[in-house]
Protein backbone atom coordinates (compact mmCIF):
# COMPACT_ATOMS: atom_id res chain seq x y z
CA UNK A 1 0.00 0.00 0.00
CA UNK A 2 1.73 3.57 -0.98
CA UNK A 3 1.69 5.60 1.73
CA UNK A 4 0.65 8.74 0.09
CA UNK A 5 -2.39 6.78 -1.18
CA UNK A 6 -3.26 6.79 2.24
CA UNK A 7 -2.62 9.67 3.62
CA UNK A 8 -5.05 11.12 1.02
CA UNK A 9 -7.96 8.98 1.45
CA UNK A 10 -7.53 10.00 5.34
CA UNK A 11 -7.60 13.25 3.84
CA UNK A 12 -11.14 12.31 2.44
CA UNK A 13 -12.17 10.81 5.59
CA UNK A 14 -11.38 14.31 6.88
CA UNK A 15 -14.14 15.99 4.56
CA UNK A 16 -16.18 13.64 4.95
CA UNK A 17 -15.76 13.30 8.76
CA UNK A 18 -17.22 17.76 8.42
CA UNK A 19 -20.38 16.93 6.90
CA UNK A 20 -21.08 13.84 9.10
CA UNK A 21 -20.61 16.35 12.44
CA UNK A 22 -22.76 19.10 10.40
CA UNK A 23 -25.74 16.22 10.55
CA UNK A 24 -24.94 15.11 14.12
CA UNK A 25 -24.42 18.17 15.64
CA UNK A 26 -28.13 19.32 15.08
CA UNK A 27 -29.36 15.94 16.05
CA UNK A 28 -27.83 15.80 19.33
CA UNK A 29 -28.64 19.63 20.14
CA UNK A 30 -32.05 18.58 19.32
CA UNK A 31 -32.00 16.08 21.67
CA UNK A 32 -30.03 16.98 24.79
CA UNK A 33 -33.06 20.04 25.07
CA UNK A 34 -36.25 18.42 23.68
CA UNK A 35 -35.51 14.85 24.53
CA UNK A 36 -37.06 13.85 21.17
CA UNK A 37 -35.30 11.49 19.04
CA UNK A 38 -35.93 13.26 15.64
CA UNK A 39 -36.35 10.59 13.23
CA UNK A 40 -37.06 13.31 10.46
CA UNK A 41 -33.80 14.76 10.63
CA UNK A 42 -32.51 12.84 7.58
CA UNK A 43 -35.08 14.46 5.61
CA UNK A 44 -34.27 17.71 6.66
CA UNK A 45 -30.82 16.97 5.28
CA UNK A 46 -32.17 15.70 1.93
CA UNK A 47 -34.05 19.03 1.61
CA UNK A 48 -30.86 20.65 2.09
CA UNK A 49 -29.39 19.11 -0.60
CA UNK A 50 -32.41 19.81 -3.19
CA UNK A 51 -32.90 23.66 -1.81
CA UNK A 52 -29.43 23.82 -2.56
CA UNK A 53 -29.68 22.62 -5.95
CA UNK A 54 -32.40 24.65 -6.88
CA UNK A 55 -30.98 28.41 -5.42
CA UNK A 56 -26.89 27.22 -6.69
CA UNK A 57 -28.52 26.62 -10.00
CA UNK A 58 -30.51 29.60 -10.41
CA UNK A 59 -27.87 31.70 -8.37
CA UNK A 60 -24.67 29.86 -8.24
CA UNK A 61 -22.62 30.94 -11.36
CA UNK A 62 -20.38 33.84 -8.92
CA UNK A 63 -18.84 33.19 -5.85
CA UNK A 64 -21.15 35.19 -4.25
CA UNK A 65 -24.53 34.15 -5.57
CA UNK A 66 -23.42 30.44 -4.56
CA UNK A 67 -22.42 30.29 -1.15
CA UNK A 68 -25.42 32.90 -0.67
CA UNK A 69 -27.50 30.33 -1.61
CA UNK A 70 -25.88 27.65 0.69
CA UNK A 71 -26.01 29.99 3.72
CA UNK A 72 -29.76 30.67 2.58
CA UNK A 73 -30.67 26.49 2.49
CA UNK A 74 -29.69 26.96 5.70
CA UNK A 75 -31.55 29.37 6.76
CA UNK A 76 -34.89 27.97 4.77
CA UNK A 77 -34.59 24.27 6.33
CA UNK A 78 -34.02 26.16 10.27
CA UNK A 79 -37.15 28.23 9.11
CA UNK A 80 -38.67 25.06 8.20
CA UNK A 81 -37.63 23.35 11.67
CA UNK A 82 -38.66 25.76 13.23
CA UNK A 83 -42.55 25.54 11.75
CA UNK A 84 -42.17 21.54 12.59
CA UNK A 85 -41.58 22.50 16.07
CA UNK A 86 -44.11 24.66 16.72
CA UNK A 87 -47.09 22.91 14.62
CA UNK A 88 -46.71 19.31 15.33
CA UNK A 89 -44.19 18.69 18.13
CA UNK A 90 -45.01 20.89 20.48
CA UNK A 91 -48.46 19.03 20.89
CA UNK A 92 -46.28 15.50 21.30
CA UNK A 93 -43.70 17.00 23.78
CA UNK A 94 -45.96 15.55 26.64
CA UNK A 95 -46.57 12.07 25.23
CA UNK A 96 -44.33 9.02 25.37
CA UNK A 97 -40.73 9.11 23.50
CA UNK A 98 -41.95 6.41 21.03
CA UNK A 99 -44.84 8.12 20.09
CA UNK A 100 -42.73 11.44 19.48
CA UNK A 101 -40.57 8.88 17.22
CA UNK A 102 -43.89 7.97 15.22
CA UNK A 103 -44.29 11.85 14.91
CA UNK A 104 -41.01 12.38 12.83
CA UNK A 105 -41.10 8.96 11.27
CA UNK A 106 -44.64 10.52 9.55
CA UNK A 107 -42.98 13.34 8.43
CA UNK A 108 -40.33 11.47 6.74
CA UNK A 109 -42.94 10.03 4.72
CA UNK A 110 -44.73 13.55 3.95
CA UNK A 111 -41.08 15.06 3.55
CA UNK A 112 -39.77 12.61 0.94
CA UNK A 113 -43.29 12.53 -1.43
CA UNK A 114 -42.62 16.54 -1.34
CA UNK A 115 -39.17 16.04 -2.36
CA UNK A 116 -40.92 14.00 -5.50
CA UNK A 117 -43.87 16.32 -5.80
CA UNK A 118 -41.35 19.28 -6.26
CA UNK A 119 -38.44 17.62 -8.04
CA UNK A 120 -38.97 14.84 -9.65
CA UNK A 121 -37.68 11.54 -9.01
CA UNK A 122 -34.71 11.67 -10.68
CA UNK A 123 -31.04 12.31 -9.46
CA UNK A 124 -29.72 15.94 -9.14
CA UNK A 125 -26.11 16.78 -9.49
CA UNK A 126 -25.42 20.00 -8.57
CA UNK A 127 -22.40 22.51 -9.91
CA UNK A 128 -19.32 22.85 -8.43
CA UNK A 129 -18.73 26.11 -6.47
CA UNK A 130 -16.93 28.49 -8.60
CA UNK A 131 -13.52 28.83 -7.89
CA UNK A 132 -13.30 25.44 -6.59
CA UNK A 133 -13.43 22.95 -9.11
CA UNK A 134 -10.25 21.95 -9.61
CA UNK A 135 -7.53 20.31 -7.52
CA UNK A 136 -4.71 20.30 -5.78
CA UNK A 137 -1.35 17.75 -6.03
CA UNK A 138 -0.69 16.83 -2.42
CA UNK A 139 2.14 14.04 -1.76
CA UNK A 140 2.07 13.65 -5.91
CA UNK A 141 -1.37 12.97 -5.92
CA UNK A 142 -4.65 15.38 -6.73
CA UNK A 143 -6.79 16.28 -4.25
CA UNK A 144 -10.11 17.62 -4.71
CA UNK A 145 -9.55 22.24 -3.70
CA UNK A 146 -13.77 21.25 -2.65
CA UNK A 147 -12.66 18.76 -0.26
CA UNK A 148 -9.78 20.78 1.29
CA UNK A 149 -12.84 23.58 2.04
CA UNK A 150 -15.12 20.54 3.62
CA UNK A 151 -12.21 19.59 5.91
CA UNK A 152 -12.61 23.22 7.32
CA UNK A 153 -15.65 23.80 7.66
CA UNK A 154 -16.48 21.18 10.27
CA UNK A 155 -13.90 22.67 12.96
CA UNK A 156 -15.19 26.21 12.27
CA UNK A 157 -19.02 24.86 13.07
CA UNK A 158 -17.64 23.12 16.04
CA UNK A 159 -15.87 26.42 17.32
CA UNK A 160 -18.80 28.60 16.32
CA UNK A 161 -21.09 26.29 18.33
CA UNK A 162 -18.46 26.03 21.54
CA UNK A 163 -18.78 29.83 21.82
CA UNK A 164 -22.44 30.00 21.16
CA UNK A 165 -23.00 27.81 23.57
CA UNK A 166 -20.52 28.37 26.17
CA UNK A 167 -19.89 32.62 25.74
CA UNK A 168 -23.78 33.72 25.29
CA UNK A 169 -27.20 33.92 27.62
CA UNK A 170 -28.67 31.74 24.87
CA UNK A 171 -26.41 28.97 25.11
CA UNK A 172 -26.30 29.07 28.59
CA UNK A 173 -29.90 28.31 29.01
CA UNK A 174 -29.40 25.19 26.39
CA UNK A 175 -26.96 24.02 28.33
CA UNK A 176 -28.94 24.54 31.26
CA UNK A 177 -32.09 23.19 29.68
CA UNK A 178 -30.00 19.93 28.62
CA UNK A 179 -29.25 19.09 32.56
CA UNK A 180 -32.88 20.10 34.54
CA UNK A 181 -35.35 21.17 31.99
CA UNK A 182 -37.85 21.64 35.10
CA UNK A 183 -35.66 23.74 37.06
CA UNK A 184 -35.37 25.84 33.92
CA UNK A 185 -38.99 26.00 33.66
CA UNK A 186 -38.97 26.88 37.57
CA UNK A 187 -37.02 29.46 37.23
CA UNK A 188 -39.60 31.59 34.80
CA UNK A 189 -37.46 30.59 31.07
CA UNK A 190 -39.89 30.64 28.32
CA UNK A 191 -38.88 26.89 27.84
CA UNK A 192 -41.52 26.96 24.03
CA UNK A 193 -39.37 29.49 22.20
CA UNK A 194 -36.00 27.70 23.79
CA UNK A 195 -37.34 24.91 22.32
CA UNK A 196 -38.14 26.09 19.00
CA UNK A 197 -34.68 27.99 18.79
CA UNK A 198 -32.81 24.79 18.94
CA UNK A 199 -34.69 23.00 16.98
CA UNK A 200 -34.21 25.96 14.58
CA UNK A 201 -30.80 25.57 14.70
CA UNK A 202 -30.42 22.20 14.78
CA UNK A 203 -32.63 21.58 11.51
CA UNK A 204 -30.34 24.67 9.70
CA UNK A 205 -26.87 22.53 10.40
CA UNK A 206 -28.72 19.51 8.88
CA UNK A 207 -29.78 21.68 5.84
CA UNK A 208 -26.05 23.17 6.15
CA UNK A 209 -24.84 19.90 5.49
CA UNK A 210 -26.90 18.62 2.88
CA UNK A 211 -25.83 21.90 1.00
CA UNK A 212 -22.76 21.98 1.09
CA UNK A 213 -22.06 17.92 0.00
CA UNK A 214 -24.32 19.20 -3.27
CA UNK A 215 -20.87 19.13 -5.27
CA UNK A 216 -19.82 15.73 -3.87
CA UNK A 217 -23.24 13.96 -3.80
CA UNK A 218 -26.59 14.65 -6.32
CA UNK A 219 -29.90 15.45 -4.88
CA UNK A 220 -31.89 11.71 -4.22
CA UNK A 221 -35.37 10.96 -2.74
CA UNK A 222 -33.02 8.24 -0.66
CA UNK A 223 -30.70 10.16 1.18
CA UNK A 224 -33.24 10.43 4.42
CA UNK A 225 -33.22 7.32 5.90
CA UNK A 226 -29.76 6.31 4.85
CA UNK A 227 -28.40 9.52 6.53
CA UNK A 228 -30.66 9.65 10.03
CA UNK A 229 -28.80 5.87 10.53
CA UNK A 230 -25.53 7.87 9.74
CA UNK A 231 -26.47 10.39 12.24
CA UNK A 232 -27.50 8.57 14.59
CA UNK A 233 -24.67 6.26 14.63
CA UNK A 234 -22.36 9.34 15.39
CA UNK A 235 -24.53 11.10 17.88
CA UNK A 236 -24.46 7.45 19.98
CA UNK A 237 -20.78 6.93 19.69
CA UNK A 238 -19.99 10.31 20.29
CA UNK A 239 -22.46 10.64 23.53
CA UNK A 240 -26.04 11.94 23.64
CA UNK A 241 -26.20 15.84 23.64
CA UNK A 242 -22.49 16.30 23.28
CA UNK A 243 -21.31 18.43 20.60
CA UNK A 244 -17.67 17.42 20.73
CA UNK A 245 -18.42 14.07 21.52
CA UNK A 246 -20.41 14.14 17.65
CA UNK A 247 -17.08 15.49 16.08
CA UNK A 248 -15.06 12.97 17.63
CA UNK A 249 -17.28 10.23 16.49
CA UNK A 250 -17.22 11.44 13.44
CA UNK A 251 -13.47 11.90 12.62
CA UNK A 252 -13.29 8.47 13.95
CA UNK A 253 -16.20 6.45 11.94
CA UNK A 254 -14.95 8.68 8.46
CA UNK A 255 -11.32 7.74 8.90
CA UNK A 256 -12.10 4.39 9.15
CA UNK A 257 -13.86 4.12 6.51
CA UNK A 258 -11.35 5.52 4.57
CA UNK A 259 -8.57 3.42 5.88
CA UNK A 260 -10.88 -0.05 4.55
CA UNK A 261 -11.50 1.57 1.37
CA UNK A 262 -7.42 2.26 1.15
CA UNK A 263 -5.81 -1.11 2.42
CA UNK A 264 -9.21 -2.51 -0.12
CA UNK A 265 -8.00 -5.99 0.31
CA UNK A 266 -5.62 -7.66 2.67
CA UNK A 267 -4.26 -11.24 3.29
CA UNK A 268 -4.66 -13.07 6.87
CA UNK A 269 -3.04 -16.40 6.50
CA UNK A 270 -3.41 -16.80 3.50
CA UNK A 271 -7.00 -15.65 4.05
CA UNK A 272 -7.86 -12.58 1.10
CA UNK A 273 -10.77 -10.33 3.75
CA UNK A 274 -11.91 -7.82 1.50
CA UNK A 275 -11.99 -4.54 3.47
CA UNK A 276 -13.64 -2.26 1.58
CA UNK A 277 -16.52 -3.95 1.59
CA UNK A 278 -16.87 -3.23 5.16
CA UNK A 279 -17.83 0.35 4.59
CA UNK A 280 -21.27 -0.32 4.78
CA UNK A 281 -21.03 -1.69 8.21
CA UNK A 282 -18.03 -0.16 9.46
CA UNK A 283 -19.90 3.01 11.75
CA UNK A 284 -22.33 0.10 13.07
CA UNK A 285 -19.31 -1.78 14.04
CA UNK A 286 -17.68 0.92 15.53
CA UNK A 287 -20.60 1.86 17.67
CA UNK A 288 -21.34 -1.84 18.42
CA UNK A 289 -17.37 -1.96 20.21
CA UNK A 290 -18.20 1.47 21.81
CA UNK A 291 -21.18 0.75 23.25
CA UNK A 292 -20.07 -2.37 24.88
CA UNK A 293 -17.29 -1.21 26.20
CA UNK A 294 -18.24 2.50 27.31
CA UNK A 295 -22.16 2.30 27.10
CA UNK A 296 -22.52 6.35 27.47
CA UNK A 297 -20.59 6.87 24.19
CA UNK A 298 -17.36 8.50 24.30
CA UNK A 299 -17.84 11.60 25.56
CA UNK A 300 -21.08 10.97 26.82
CA UNK A 301 -22.33 11.24 30.54
CA UNK A 302 -23.26 8.04 32.32
CA UNK A 303 -27.21 7.84 33.06
CA UNK A 304 -27.93 8.19 36.89
CA UNK A 305 -30.14 5.84 36.56
CA UNK A 306 -31.41 3.12 34.15
CA UNK A 307 -35.02 1.71 33.88
CA UNK A 308 -35.54 2.90 36.97
CA UNK A 309 -36.24 6.13 36.00
CA UNK A 310 -38.88 5.34 33.64
CA UNK A 311 -42.58 5.96 34.85
CA UNK A 312 -44.49 3.00 35.89
CA UNK A 313 -47.15 1.78 32.99
CA UNK A 314 -50.68 0.74 33.81
CA UNK A 315 -50.76 -2.96 34.81
CA UNK A 316 -51.75 -5.54 31.44
CA UNK A 317 -55.40 -6.85 32.22
CA UNK A 318 -57.05 -10.03 30.69
CA UNK A 319 -59.35 -9.72 27.93
CA UNK A 320 -62.86 -8.54 29.20
CA UNK A 321 -65.70 -11.26 27.69
CA UNK A 322 -66.90 -8.41 25.12
CA UNK A 323 -63.56 -8.05 23.51
CA UNK A 324 -62.87 -12.17 23.64
CA UNK A 325 -66.13 -12.58 21.74
CA UNK A 326 -65.27 -9.61 19.50
CA UNK A 327 -61.86 -11.51 19.16
CA UNK A 328 -63.61 -15.48 18.45
CA UNK A 329 -65.84 -13.06 15.74
CA UNK A 330 -63.26 -12.16 13.41
CA UNK A 331 -61.60 -15.31 13.60
CA UNK A 332 -64.91 -17.27 12.99
CA UNK A 333 -64.28 -14.59 10.06
CA UNK A 334 -60.76 -15.57 9.09
CA UNK A 335 -61.79 -18.83 8.93
CA UNK A 336 -64.85 -18.18 6.84
CA UNK A 337 -63.47 -15.95 4.19
CA UNK A 338 -61.88 -18.54 1.71
CA UNK A 339 -65.17 -20.41 1.27
CA UNK A 340 -66.44 -17.35 -0.53
CA UNK A 341 -64.69 -18.70 -3.25
CA UNK A 342 -63.64 -16.27 -5.82
CA UNK A 343 -65.30 -13.07 -4.85
CA UNK A 344 -62.56 -12.30 -2.44
CA UNK A 345 -59.24 -13.55 -5.24
CA UNK A 346 -56.96 -11.18 -3.18
CA UNK A 347 -57.97 -10.92 0.48
CA UNK A 348 -56.38 -13.93 1.36
CA UNK A 349 -53.31 -12.50 -0.03
CA UNK A 350 -53.64 -9.38 2.23
CA UNK A 351 -54.98 -11.21 4.73
CA UNK A 352 -51.84 -13.48 4.99
CA UNK A 353 -49.51 -10.36 4.97
CA UNK A 354 -51.09 -8.86 8.01
CA UNK A 355 -51.36 -11.79 9.77
CA UNK A 356 -47.50 -12.32 9.40
CA UNK A 357 -47.43 -8.84 10.12
CA UNK A 358 -49.17 -9.22 13.57
CA UNK A 359 -46.96 -11.94 14.47
CA UNK A 360 -43.83 -10.06 14.24
CA UNK A 361 -45.46 -6.60 15.33
CA UNK A 362 -46.22 -9.15 18.50
CA UNK A 363 -42.75 -10.64 19.09
CA UNK A 364 -41.25 -6.82 19.03
CA UNK A 365 -44.42 -5.55 21.92
CA UNK A 366 -43.28 -8.98 23.54
CA UNK A 367 -39.91 -6.54 24.82
CA UNK A 368 -40.97 -3.51 23.84
CA UNK A 369 -43.85 -3.45 26.28
CA UNK A 370 -43.81 -5.48 29.25
CA UNK A 371 -39.94 -5.83 28.89
CA UNK A 372 -39.39 -1.95 28.49
CA UNK A 373 -36.83 -2.38 25.78
CA UNK A 374 -36.97 -0.67 22.90
CA UNK A 375 -35.50 -2.88 19.82
CA UNK A 376 -34.63 -0.56 16.63
CA UNK A 377 -33.18 -3.40 15.11
CA UNK A 378 -35.83 -6.39 15.37
CA UNK A 379 -35.87 -6.96 11.30
CA UNK A 380 -33.19 -9.23 12.24
CA UNK A 381 -34.65 -12.10 13.69
CA UNK A 382 -37.14 -11.58 11.43
CA UNK A 383 -34.75 -11.53 8.30
CA UNK A 384 -32.93 -14.55 9.97
CA UNK A 385 -36.27 -16.60 9.71
CA UNK A 386 -36.67 -16.08 6.33
CA UNK A 387 -33.16 -16.38 5.38
CA UNK A 388 -32.77 -19.84 7.47
CA UNK A 389 -35.82 -21.20 5.83
CA UNK A 390 -34.61 -20.56 2.78
CA UNK A 391 -31.40 -21.88 3.04
CA UNK A 392 -32.90 -25.10 4.77
CA UNK A 393 -35.04 -25.64 2.10
CA UNK A 394 -32.06 -24.75 -0.98
CA UNK A 395 -28.88 -25.85 0.63
CA UNK A 396 -29.90 -28.77 2.44
CA UNK A 397 -32.38 -29.84 0.56
CA UNK A 398 -35.04 -30.28 3.80
CA UNK A 399 -38.68 -30.47 2.71
CA UNK A 400 -40.34 -27.06 2.82
CA UNK A 401 -42.49 -28.47 6.53
CA UNK A 402 -38.44 -29.19 8.06
CA UNK A 403 -37.44 -25.65 6.69
CA UNK A 404 -40.35 -23.89 8.35
CA UNK A 405 -40.42 -25.32 11.81
CA UNK A 406 -36.42 -25.26 12.44
CA UNK A 407 -35.95 -21.66 10.86
CA UNK A 408 -36.84 -19.74 14.41
CA UNK A 409 -33.87 -21.14 15.49
CA UNK A 410 -31.81 -19.43 13.53
CA UNK A 411 -33.55 -16.39 14.90
CA UNK A 412 -32.98 -17.31 18.10
CA UNK A 413 -29.75 -18.14 18.00
CA UNK A 414 -29.00 -14.40 16.61
CA UNK A 415 -31.29 -13.23 19.26
CA UNK A 416 -29.43 -14.93 21.71
CA UNK A 417 -25.81 -13.75 20.69
CA UNK A 418 -27.23 -10.20 20.69
CA UNK A 419 -29.47 -9.81 23.62
CA UNK A 420 -26.32 -10.93 25.92
CA UNK A 421 -24.95 -7.47 24.62
CA UNK A 422 -28.59 -5.61 24.17
CA UNK A 423 -29.36 -6.10 27.70
CA UNK A 424 -26.74 -4.44 29.38
CA UNK A 425 -28.11 -1.01 27.96
CA UNK A 426 -30.95 0.55 28.32
CA UNK A 427 -32.89 3.69 26.54
CA UNK A 428 -31.92 5.19 23.49
CA UNK A 429 -28.36 3.26 23.47
CA UNK A 430 -30.10 0.10 23.33
CA UNK A 431 -32.33 1.15 20.98
CA UNK A 432 -28.93 2.04 18.86
CA UNK A 433 -27.04 -1.12 19.51
CA UNK A 434 -30.13 -2.93 18.41
CA UNK A 435 -29.59 -1.25 15.16
CA UNK A 436 -26.19 -1.61 14.87
CA UNK A 437 -26.63 -5.64 15.37
CA UNK A 438 -29.15 -5.51 12.79
CA UNK A 439 -27.56 -3.35 9.69
CA UNK A 440 -24.34 -5.95 10.20
CA UNK A 441 -26.11 -8.58 10.09
CA UNK A 442 -28.16 -6.87 6.60
CA UNK A 443 -24.66 -6.25 5.49
CA UNK A 444 -23.24 -9.76 5.54
CA UNK A 445 -26.64 -11.12 3.79
CA UNK A 446 -26.29 -8.30 1.26
CA UNK A 447 -22.67 -9.53 0.37
CA UNK A 448 -22.26 -12.89 0.81
CA UNK A 449 -23.18 -14.30 -2.72
CA UNK A 450 -22.16 -17.43 -2.85
CA UNK A 451 -24.64 -18.42 0.16
CA UNK A 452 -27.46 -15.89 0.38
CA UNK A 453 -27.77 -14.44 -3.08
CA UNK A 454 -26.04 -11.10 -2.29
CA UNK A 455 -28.72 -8.12 -3.38
CA UNK A 456 -30.32 -10.93 -5.81
CA UNK A 457 -31.87 -12.50 -2.75
CA UNK A 458 -33.19 -16.09 -3.26
CA UNK A 459 -36.00 -17.40 -5.20
CA UNK A 460 -37.97 -20.47 -5.49
CA UNK A 461 -39.27 -20.57 -1.91
CA UNK A 462 -42.76 -22.23 -2.36
CA UNK A 463 -44.53 -24.24 -0.13
CA UNK A 464 -45.16 -27.89 -0.50
CA UNK A 465 -47.46 -29.17 -3.17
CA UNK A 466 -50.35 -29.82 -0.67
CA UNK A 467 -49.75 -26.70 0.71
CA UNK A 468 -49.74 -25.09 -2.24
CA UNK A 469 -53.67 -26.13 -3.87
CA UNK A 470 -56.56 -24.06 -2.63
CA UNK A 471 -56.23 -22.07 1.10
CA UNK A 472 -54.11 -24.57 2.41
CA UNK A 473 -50.88 -22.41 2.74
CA UNK A 474 -53.51 -19.60 3.91
CA UNK A 475 -54.89 -21.91 7.30
CA UNK A 476 -51.38 -22.92 7.93
CA UNK A 477 -50.45 -19.28 7.95
CA UNK A 478 -53.84 -18.46 10.25
CA UNK A 479 -52.90 -20.96 12.52
CA UNK A 480 -49.23 -20.45 12.97
CA UNK A 481 -49.95 -16.67 13.63
CA UNK A 482 -53.07 -17.12 16.20
CA UNK A 483 -50.85 -20.01 17.72
CA UNK A 484 -48.29 -17.54 18.33
CA UNK A 485 -50.10 -14.51 19.30
CA UNK A 486 -52.21 -16.52 22.18
CA UNK A 487 -48.59 -18.12 23.28
CA UNK A 488 -46.83 -15.00 23.98
CA UNK A 489 -49.90 -13.70 25.46
CA UNK A 490 -49.48 -16.77 27.79
CA UNK A 491 -46.48 -15.87 28.48
CA UNK A 492 -47.06 -12.53 29.54
CA UNK A 493 -48.80 -13.83 32.51
CA UNK A 494 -47.10 -16.51 33.31
CA UNK A 495 -44.79 -15.91 36.52
CA UNK A 496 -41.58 -15.42 33.65
CA UNK A 497 -44.02 -12.29 32.30
CA UNK A 498 -44.49 -10.74 35.60
CA UNK A 499 -40.55 -11.00 36.22
CA UNK A 500 -40.25 -9.11 33.21
CA UNK A 501 -42.77 -6.16 34.31
CA UNK A 502 -41.21 -6.07 37.50
CA UNK A 503 -37.46 -5.53 35.93
CA UNK A 504 -39.12 -3.18 33.74
CA UNK A 505 -40.84 -1.07 36.45
CA UNK A 506 -38.35 -1.59 39.22
CA UNK A 507 -35.24 -3.34 38.53
CA UNK A 508 -34.13 -2.45 41.92
CA UNK A 509 -36.33 -4.15 44.11
CA UNK A 510 -36.49 -6.78 41.32
CA UNK A 511 -33.58 -7.53 41.94
CA UNK A 512 -34.08 -7.12 46.07
CA UNK A 513 -36.44 -10.09 45.28
CA UNK A 514 -34.34 -12.53 43.77
CA UNK A 515 -34.92 -11.81 40.00
CA UNK A 516 -31.80 -11.92 37.61
CA UNK A 517 -33.20 -8.63 35.90
CA UNK A 518 -30.69 -9.28 32.93
CA UNK A 519 -31.38 -12.99 32.42
CA UNK A 520 -35.25 -12.76 32.67
CA UNK A 521 -34.41 -9.64 29.50
CA UNK A 522 -32.52 -11.80 27.55
CA UNK A 523 -34.46 -14.89 27.77
CA UNK A 524 -37.26 -12.15 26.83
CA UNK A 525 -35.35 -11.07 23.92
CA UNK A 526 -34.79 -14.77 22.28
CA UNK A 527 -38.48 -15.49 22.63
CA UNK A 528 -39.19 -12.50 21.02
CA UNK A 529 -36.06 -13.62 18.12
CA UNK A 530 -38.07 -17.36 18.27
CA UNK A 531 -41.34 -15.46 17.21
CA UNK A 532 -40.31 -12.96 14.72
CA UNK A 533 -38.11 -15.44 13.11
CA UNK A 534 -41.37 -17.62 12.65
CA UNK A 535 -42.81 -14.91 10.79
CA UNK A 536 -40.08 -14.14 8.91
CA UNK A 537 -40.00 -17.80 7.36
CA UNK A 538 -43.96 -17.63 7.04
CA UNK A 539 -43.32 -14.13 4.67
CA UNK A 540 -40.64 -16.12 3.04
CA UNK A 541 -42.98 -18.93 1.89
CA UNK A 542 -45.72 -16.72 1.35
CA UNK A 543 -43.81 -14.86 -1.32
CA UNK A 544 -41.81 -17.61 -2.86
CA UNK A 545 -38.78 -15.23 -2.62
CA UNK A 546 -36.39 -13.62 -0.27
CA UNK A 547 -34.21 -10.37 -0.46
CA UNK A 548 -31.91 -8.49 2.00
CA UNK A 549 -34.90 -5.74 2.36
CA UNK A 550 -36.69 -8.09 4.55
CA UNK A 551 -33.81 -6.79 7.43
CA UNK A 552 -32.95 -3.82 6.64
CA UNK A 553 -33.57 -0.24 8.73
CA UNK A 554 -37.32 -0.09 7.11
CA UNK A 555 -38.47 -3.18 7.98
CA UNK A 556 -37.88 -2.34 12.01
CA UNK A 557 -39.55 1.03 11.66
CA UNK A 558 -42.33 -0.70 9.79
CA UNK A 559 -42.61 -2.90 12.99
CA UNK A 560 -42.14 -0.10 15.29
CA UNK A 561 -44.80 1.53 13.62
CA UNK A 562 -47.18 -1.33 14.10
CA UNK A 563 -47.34 -1.67 17.67
CA UNK A 564 -47.38 2.14 18.32
CA UNK A 565 -50.42 2.84 16.03
CA UNK A 566 -52.32 -0.12 17.72
CA UNK A 567 -50.76 0.76 20.94
CA UNK A 568 -48.08 0.17 23.25
CA UNK A 569 -49.63 -0.36 26.54
CA UNK A 570 -52.59 -2.61 25.01
CA UNK A 571 -51.90 -6.54 24.04
CA UNK A 572 -54.45 -6.34 21.23
CA UNK A 573 -52.15 -3.34 20.18
CA UNK A 574 -49.21 -4.82 18.10
CA UNK A 575 -52.68 -7.16 16.33
CA UNK A 576 -54.23 -4.14 15.31
CA UNK A 577 -51.83 -2.17 14.76
CA UNK A 578 -50.34 -4.55 11.89
CA UNK A 579 -53.67 -5.18 10.36
CA UNK A 580 -54.32 -0.99 10.01
CA UNK A 581 -50.80 -0.39 8.91
CA UNK A 582 -50.53 -3.39 6.18
CA UNK A 583 -54.14 -2.80 4.96
CA UNK A 584 -53.90 1.28 4.75
CA UNK A 585 -50.00 1.02 3.01
CA UNK A 586 -51.43 -1.76 0.67
CA UNK A 587 -54.90 0.14 -0.53
CA UNK A 588 -52.96 3.70 -0.14
CA UNK A 589 -50.12 2.35 -2.39
CA UNK A 590 -52.74 1.70 -4.93
CA UNK A 591 -54.76 4.69 -4.77
CA UNK A 592 -51.90 7.31 -5.52
CA UNK A 593 -48.33 7.62 -6.00
CA UNK A 594 -48.22 9.99 -3.57
CA UNK A 595 -48.81 7.28 -1.04
CA UNK A 596 -46.02 7.74 1.18
CA UNK A 597 -47.42 11.38 2.14
CA UNK A 598 -50.94 10.42 2.48
CA UNK A 599 -50.04 6.84 4.61
CA UNK A 600 -47.57 9.64 6.81
CA UNK A 601 -51.25 12.16 7.50
CA UNK A 602 -52.70 9.60 8.15
CA UNK A 603 -50.27 8.19 10.66
CA UNK A 604 -50.05 11.89 11.75
CA UNK A 605 -53.60 12.60 12.86
CA UNK A 606 -53.49 8.87 14.57
CA UNK A 607 -50.54 10.65 16.56
CA UNK A 608 -52.07 13.49 17.44
CA UNK A 609 -56.16 12.32 17.70
CA UNK A 610 -55.22 8.77 19.30
CA UNK A 611 -52.27 9.40 21.17
CA UNK A 612 -52.46 6.18 23.06
CA UNK A 613 -52.93 4.15 20.18
CA UNK A 614 -56.52 2.87 18.11
CA UNK A 615 -56.56 -0.85 20.91
CA UNK A 616 -55.54 1.73 23.51
CA UNK A 617 -58.48 4.14 22.65
CA UNK A 618 -60.39 2.21 22.26
CA UNK A 619 -59.69 0.53 25.35
CA UNK A 620 -60.22 4.18 27.08
CA UNK A 621 -63.40 4.86 25.82
CA UNK A 622 -64.63 1.12 27.06
CA UNK A 623 -63.34 1.75 30.48
CA UNK A 624 -65.31 5.26 30.34
CA UNK A 625 -68.60 3.80 29.71
CA UNK A 626 -68.18 1.18 31.83
CA UNK A 627 -67.13 3.48 34.98
CA UNK A 628 -70.29 5.78 34.18
CA UNK A 629 -72.52 2.95 34.18
CA UNK A 630 -71.21 1.69 37.93
CA UNK A 631 -71.22 5.45 38.90
CA UNK A 632 -75.49 5.83 37.89
CA UNK A 633 -76.48 2.31 39.49
CA UNK A 634 -76.36 3.42 42.97
CA UNK A 635 -77.66 6.75 41.98
CA UNK A 636 -80.58 5.09 40.38
CA UNK A 637 -80.73 2.85 43.44
CA UNK A 638 -81.16 5.76 46.25
CA UNK A 639 -83.72 7.33 43.67
CA UNK A 640 -85.89 4.15 43.91
CA UNK A 641 -84.95 4.20 48.03
CA UNK A 642 -86.17 7.59 48.52
CA UNK A 643 -89.35 6.93 46.34
CA UNK A 644 -90.52 4.21 48.49
Known amino acids: ?????????????????????????????????????????????????????????????????????????????????????????????????????????????????????????????????????????????????????????????????????????????????????????????????????????????????????????????????????????????????????????????????????????????????????LTLVAEFLVMAVVLAIRPWGLLGRPAVTARAAAAIESPLRPSSRALRGFALAILALLVLLPLAGDRFPYATILLTDILTAALFATSLHFIMGPAGMHSFGHAAYFGLGAYGAALLLKNLALPMEAALALSPLAAGLGALVFGWFCVRLSGVYLAMLTLAFSQIVWSVVYQWDGVTGGSNGITGLWPSAWLSAGYAYYYLTLVLAVAGVLLLRRVLFSPFGYAMRAGRDSPLRADAIGIDVRRVQWAAFVVAGLFAGLAGALYAFSKGSIAPDVMAVGKSVDGLVMVLLGGIQTLAGPVVGAAAFTWLQDNVMRATDYWRATLGGVILLLVLVFPQGIAGFARQWADRRQSRGRAAKPSNAGAIGRSS
Open 1 to 277: MNVNALLVQLLNGLAEASTLFLVAAGLSLIFGVTRIVNFAHGSLYMLGVYIAYSLTETFGATGLGYWGGILLTALAVGVLGAAIEMLLLRRVYQAPELFQLLATFALVLVISDAALALWGPEDLLGRRAPGLGGAVDILGRQFPTYSLVLIAIGPAVLLLLWLLLSRTRWGTLVRAATQDREMLGALGVNQAWLFTGVFALGAALAGLGGAVQLPREPASLGLDLRTIGDAFVVVVVGGMGSIPGAYLAALLIAEIKALCIALGTVNVAGLEISLSS
